[in-house]
């Protein structure tokens, strides 16, 4: 090789260097999905007209939760989780609000176990949710935690956690 091909290498070579360097860096914050890399707010979850459930909310086996929140982001929100568990031994979670009577400490027979996801339609930055959960007419009654988490398009997530009885 001559001195005046390997020239053209190098600067072949520094060239393509610069072009990937140059398309890793990006003037706009968006990425290529259509998410904002800015985004450094949390979603909220917003009581809305009449929200439901509520702290202390009483319901018997065999009813519907008519779940009812608002949503809110910033940029635009992604999804959003509604999980219920037993509160038989009266755990707690930094988010609930009240201090409702209890019943006995106890340990699970039959306990409800519900864990769903809801897709929130693309680029709403205001979502009002409502979904009809079943209580199932099996389940032992007691102290439960229903957990509501909102997460944004970027990925930030906010969750409110709400104590409920079930009843017979």
């Not at 009449?50 to 635009?76: S, W």
């Not at 693309?122 to 099996?138: E, F, M």
Request: charged share 20%.
């Amino acid at each position: 090789m001559t001195k005046r091909t390997l020239y053209l290498l190098y600067i072949f070579f520094a060239a393509v260097m610069v072009a990937v360097a140059v398309s890793f860096t990006s003037c706009s914050s968006d990425d290529a999905d259509g998410s904002t890399t800015n985004d450094q707010e949390k979603p909220a979850i917003l009581d809305g007209e009449l929200p439901n459930p509520i702290d202390c909310q009483v319901y018997k086996r065999g009813e519907t939760i008519t779940f009812k929140y608002d949503f809110t982001d910033n940029v635009e929100l992604g999804n959003f989780n509604i999980e219920i568990h037993n509160n038989f031994d009266h755990h707690t979670h930094s988010t609930s609000a009240g201090d409702c009577p209890l019943d006995a400490k106890k340990n699970p027979v039959n306990p409800w176990v519900f864990n769903q996801d809801y897709t929130i339609p693309a680029g709403l930055k205001n979502y009002a949710a409502q979904v009809n959960i079943p209580i199932p007419s099996d389940i032992e009654p007691g102290d439960y935690h229903f957990m509501i988490r909102v997460t944004d398009k970027s990925g930030w997530q906010q969750l409110k956690a709400v104590s409920i009885k079930v009843k017979e």
